[in-house]
Each structure stands twice: as C-alpha cells, then as structure tokens.
C-alpha cells in the first residue's frame, strides 16, 4: 500500500457528569458540556472525512464509567453509525475497562457494524497493507505496562504496524506501570496512538497523545484536538496533523495587582473578549491590593460572570494593602470602627497563623465592601 490515513483521538468520557462545576441558577452549564462531548463524535467524523480517513482509533475512555446510562450509550453508538463511510475502532480504557464494563462492550459489539470493539490483545486487518495492534486495558488498575504484548504481536511481512494503547508515558510517570517512550522502536511500529492524558502531547515521531477532543479541566489552555494521520509507508515517518474539535475553552490565568492599581480595569485587559460563552474561565488574583481595589474587583467580577460558560475568581494569592483612609470609609467611630480595627490588628498581627489572618482580612474586605454598598 502507499499511504494510510485515519484520525486518532481519545478520551471523550462520554457521560461525564462535571459534578465540580457549580450549576447557576440561570443556567445549565453541565448539560452544555455534556452535550459537547457527544457533539464531538460528528466533529471527529467531520475531520476523517476532511482528510480522507476511513477510519477512527479512539485510544480508550470513550465512555466516562463502566456503566453509563442507557441513553448515553445507544445516543453514541447511534451517532457513530450515522457516520456510515467511517469505520470507528474503540479501545478499552481505565475508566470503560474490558472487565468491569463487560455489559457495555458486549452492548457495543453488537451495535453498528461500522463500530469496531477491541477486546482482545490481538492484531487485526486494519485494511489491505496495515494492521492494527490493540492493547485493552482489562483492569482500572492492572499494575503493568499496558503496552507490553506489543513486541510479540506478528503482523504480515511489509504492513504498516499502528499500535494503540491507554496509559500513561514513562516520563509521567515512575512506577513501573507505565508505558516505555520507545515502545515504537521495541515493538517496529510505525504509529503508536496513546490515550489517557487529556492534553496534546508528541512523545516522539511515532509516538502521540491526541488528548480528549473535547477539554474538560483548567489544565491546558486550548480547545481539544483530534490528529489527522498519514502514515506514507513502511518505516517512513508519520505526518501527524491537530484539527481543532473542541467546543469550550478552559482557561486558568493569573491576575497580578499592586497597591493602588485600577484592579477593575486589570481584571478587564485580562479577559477575553470574544468567545465568552464558550469559555470555562479561573482567574487567581496575585500581589498586593488595597481594601477599595479588592472591592471593584468583586464587584468586576460579579459583573462581568455571567458573560462566561462559568467564571471563578480566586484571590487567595492576593495580600491586602491597608491604609487608614479606608477604616475612615468603613466608619470614623462607634463600634463598627472598632470592629474593624480589631481585625486589621489581626490581619497584621505577626504571632497569629497564617489562616486566622486571612480569615480576619477576609471579613475587613468584606466589611469594606458592605459599607461602600451602604453609601451608593
């Protein structure tokens, strides 16, 4: 044959409840979510036919449990038959593993013909010229290498060898439990496709994580990706290409403020301006910030929330700069005064823990906060 193309991805956790993101009342983020990981099935089909590729090796954990609901899994089989001119090879994982999700392979093998259950450590006619290599991970937590019965897999004289596998990379990872970055070389591959670590990653050449095609954490700062591979021949490198398939966009970013900065206006440059809707954003506010800084930066932040998917500001990095103007604010005298001098003493004191302080910087800024509501 002169060239193999097909279109590798991992890790759509399909069902994946995203319990952590809190639910607005206003709003259905989670539902959102769930449905882009679905959606993901024909943005995949999409990119194969786009590239040419008949075929789709989905590296494991296409399912987020061992048992998803009855309509999260007949809803994706169902749209991947839909995809009739793409063959879809799904690999066991450590969270859809061959022996504790039993029901959900056998339920999968009897589905679509064009959806292909790799059960078994066992080549298989990939088409004419190419074999696929699969290892199923049996067990959440097998403790071995899952690449292992890659080397004594045979395949004929001259066809391309792709290796698929779900684990994570030696350089990951110590134990002993997981997979060697020369697998390629040990096993005469031509391509190994690694599921598990939800970021893009090229470990080597040969060797790729395609990540999760649809992001679903504050780790890697871009929309997920699925590969278009070509593999030209036997022994030739691969040309490995990243089609955008995700939906939502999980940014983390840092806020650094000093005293008497527009913490408003910061938080403002800072923030995207397009795309809003779709982007899942935690911004943790570092430095220093006086006690009316950190208000209109709550307050900014209130304001500007609902525009994204879900919005967190965390300002647990960010020491407070405090001047005896603000106390003013707060109240020249009485007892709200002394109350917050009382806790500006804390907040400074020096003998206290680090937690008692923040909690008594926390309730000034607050108190703060409600007095200037109080004089608007």
Not at 143 to 149: I, K
Request: aromatic residues 6%; contains cysteine.
């Amino acid at each position: 044959m002169t060239e193999l193309r097909f279109i590798h991805a991992s890790d759509l956790h399909l069902g994946r409840h995203f319990g952590s993101i809190p639910q607005p009342a206003d709003g259905n983020i989670r539902g959102r979510l769930m449905e882009a990981r679905h959606g993901a099935i024909g943005r995949i089909a999409a990119a194969a036919r786009a590239h040419g590729a008949r075929h789709v090796l989905l590296a494991g954990d296409t399912f987020d449990t061992a048992t998803p609901s009855r309509s999260v899994l007949q809803q994706a089989l169902a749209a991947m038959g839909d995809e009739a001119d793409v063959t879809w090879w799904l690999l066991p994982g450590n969270h859809d593993n061959l022996r504790e999700a039993e029901p959900l392979w056998d339920a999968v093998i009897a589905g679509p013909a064009n959806v292909r259950a790799l059960t078994t450590q066992a080549p298989v006619a990939l088409e004419a010229g190419a074999t696929l290599l699969p290892c199923p991970v049996e067990w959440r937590s097998a403790g071995r290498d899952p690449s292992a019965a890659l080397p004594e897999m045979e395949s004929r004289e001259g066809n391309l060898r792709i290796g698929l596998a779900h684990g994570g990379i030696t350089d990951f990872d110590e134990t002993g439990e997981s997979i060697p970055p020369d697998r390629d070389r040990t096993a005469r591959l031509d391509y190994l496709a690694l599921g598990d670590w939800h970021g893009r990653m090229a470990v080597s050449p040969r060797v790729h994580y395609s990540g999760t095609p649809e992001q679903d954490r504050f780790k890697h700062g871009r929309r997920g990706v699925c590969l278009a591979v070509t593999v030209p021949g036997s022994g030739a490198e691969p040309r490995v290409e990243e089609v955008e398939t995700g939906t939502f966009l999980w940014r983390s970013d840092e806020l650094a403020l000093s005293p008497r900065q527009d913490a408003a206006a910061a938080l403002g440059a800072l923030l995207p301006g397009t795309g809003r809707r779709d982007t899942l954003i935690r911004v943790g506010a570092v430095g220093w910030a006086g006690l009316p800084e950190q208000a209109d930066l709550a307050r900014a932040a209130e304001r500007v929330g609902p525009d994204f998917a879900h919005f967190e500001l965390h300002a647990h990095g960010l020491g407070t700069h405090y001047e005896k103007a603000d106390l003013d604010e707060i109240d020249r005298g009485g007892a709200v005064r002394l109350a917050a001098e009382a806790l500006l003493t804390e907040a400074e004191n020096p003998d206290l823990g680090a937690a008692e302080r923040d909690v008594a910087g926390d309730a000034l800024a607050r108190l703060y906060g409600y007095a200037r509501e109080a004089a608007e």
